[in-house]
């Protein structure tokens, strides 16, 4: 029953900066909060790989690639969750897609996939 849509997504050169939002709909604020929540890209010709993950409340995780330009947030009241994302380089380019876990621990599978959005970092 809940979806998840991504916006945010957009082309970029080097060095700038964007915030994506992923919004939960069809369950509760309640029901959003008690599960994990991640970030996941996958670039042309790879695999989809996790970029960060949040719990309830602020525990996050974040792929080494990130190297601390990259922040996720959550907003349980209004059903979303963020990534902001700073000093973008090229080979951030990648679809992003949002994720809800099954539980509400970061680990284990994704139930819903959002659709996707895409970000492009190319001078």
């Known amino acids: 029953q809940v979806q998840l849509r991504e916006s945010g997504g957009d082309r970029v050169q080097p060095g700038m900066s964007l915030i994506l939002t992923c919004t939960a709909s069809?369950?509760?604020?309640?029901?959003?909060?008690?599960?994990?929540m991640g970030w996941f890209r996958q670039a042309l010709g790879k695999q989809r790989e996790l970029v960060a993950a949040?719990?309830?409340?602020?525990?996050?995780k974040y792929a080494d690639f990130v190297q601390d330009r990259f922040t996720i947030s959550r907003d349980n009241t209004k059903n979303r969750f963020y990534l902001q994302m700073w000093n973008l380089k090229p080979e951030d380019t990648a679809v992003y897609y949002c994720?809800?876990?099954?539980?509400?621990?970061?680990?284990?599978?994704?139930?819903?996939w959002g659709q996707g959005t895409q970000v492009t970092v190319a001078s």
């Open positions: 994720g809800q876990y099954r539980s509400w621990y970061y680990s284990g599978e994704i139930d819903v």
């Open positions: 069809g369950e509760s604020s309640e029901t959003f909060s008690h599960y994990a």
């Open positions: 949040i719990q309830r409340g602020e525990t996050a």
